[in-house]
């Protein structure tokens, strides 16, 4: 199923940001937290270790997102099946993916996917990897293709480009996830019309791929439009569990085996089209976690809606408009009783208005339970979507299916800066920027760079 795109004409590009209202020139999702008033207070038995990780190259740490906000640029953390860890990253000469053991030491050299430029999802297998990123390509727009690059045993052994002329499709950002179920990949991303229906407006993409890199049937080649946050969770049999945020109908959507927004259940509404989707997901990603009952879980950054209406200025019929109820981001989160429909509202855990909740994520912990992460930012000023503020801290809390907090929240030393591996003991395994967060200003100029990675671990 496919929407039709919208009648206004735009570009989606990366750099300095301004809010259009008809069509938002986006690319990144800013990203979400939670500033806890409770301060530095001790949560039974969340006792992160780290490990520090030299880097063989420059990495540049920060992206700047919409109004230039500051974001982490994302990394990605993955486990193999024998344990085994992945940490993909950009550098200049392309982007590296570090070997580390099961308790997050270095073991070996860097394999660099050369020509590569940015990290879109990470699949770690037990004798290589599987990457989702941008390469190379010849269109109208002059812009990167989507691709998945496989590397067993230090060789390359497939690239397979998701877009292309054949498709009338670039992919210039990919905010997207990759996901295995063990027989085929799922990715999910950002394109770019270069032809056809679709021409110069942007939407989001569906694909699947066997072991051996051959296109499956399945996904879909037109989505929500702009997507400007994506998850997805890989399912045995079926389609793949999937989730956007939509800026046309302005707000997050159960996209799973639809593609198009237009009849999809609604997660929530947020204000999409001014500034950005009230914080989208984290790094531009998403966080879907999965139960044992078969609940799912996302967590995310809202101004929430103090009204939702059709937009009359949309002849189309599809538009929304929403006013936010908040300048700044609340951390919520939603529960969604299958793969298929979304939930009767969201959960919010905050309310601290004058506080800013940026790099929010969720991930399993143990058998029943949920790890929540923030980044807080009080005495926060706000204008078109983004704010600036001080930094409060990261913080870790853990909460349980209905969303209620299980414990004290604790402020550590550390960062996220992309996905989170789940071991099979259910240790959770991050990269982090050995750095304090400032998010004062915007970002202008180039980013900053490090040679060094913290490694962190958290065992239930």
Known sequence: ??????????????????????????TAALVGAWYATAGASTA?????????VSLSAKFPYLSAGYNNSREWTRTATAAAPNGTLRVAWPASDGIHVTPLTASGKRSGADTIVKGAKEVGGLVAHNNGFALLTRVSDTNKWKETAAAIVRYTNGTKTFQTKLTGTATHD????????????????????????AG????????????????????LSGGWSWGCSHNEGIALHPETSGAFTSLCFDDWRSGLFVSTGIGAPDVAPV?????????YCGGTFAGRTGDLVKSATGRYATAFASRGAASAKKNPDDSSGRGWSVTP??????????FMKNRDSGPGKAVYLSTTKGTDHVNVRLAPYGKDRLLLSWESVKNA????????????GTHLRLIDWNGKFQGADKIVNTRITGDIA???????????????????????????TTKTLKISRLTP
Not at 44 to 52: E, H, N, P, R, W
Not at 170 to 193: C, I, M
Not at 196 to 215: E, N, R
Not at 422 to 448: M, N, R
């Open 422 to 448: 789940v071991q099979k003991d259910g240790t959770l395994t991050w990269a982090s920027v050995p750095v304090t967060p400032s998010y004062a200003s915007a970002l202008t100029g180039a980013s900053p």
């Open 381 to 392: 000023t706000c204008a078109a979507g983004t704010c600036t503020g001080t930094f409060a």
């Open 267 to 275: 997660v929530q509404r947020e204000q999409c089209w001014a500034g």
């Open 1 to 26: 199923m496919t929407s039709a795109p919208r009648t206004t004409r735009h570009r989606r590009i990366r750099g300095a940001r301004k809010p259009l209202i008809a069509g938002l020139a986006a």
């Open 170 to 193: 670039t992919s210039p950002t990919l905010d997207g996830q990759l996901t295995w179920n063990g027989t085929k990949y799922g990715a999910y991303f950002v394109v770019h019309g």
């Open 325 to 334: 109820k908040t300048s700044t981001h609340q951390v919520a989160v939603a």
């Open 44 to 52: 039974t038995g969340l006792t992160v270790s780290t490990t520090t």
């Open 196 to 215: 056809g229906f679709a021409d110069g407006h942007f939407g989001d993409k569906l694909s699947y791929l066997s072991s051996t890199g051959k296109k």
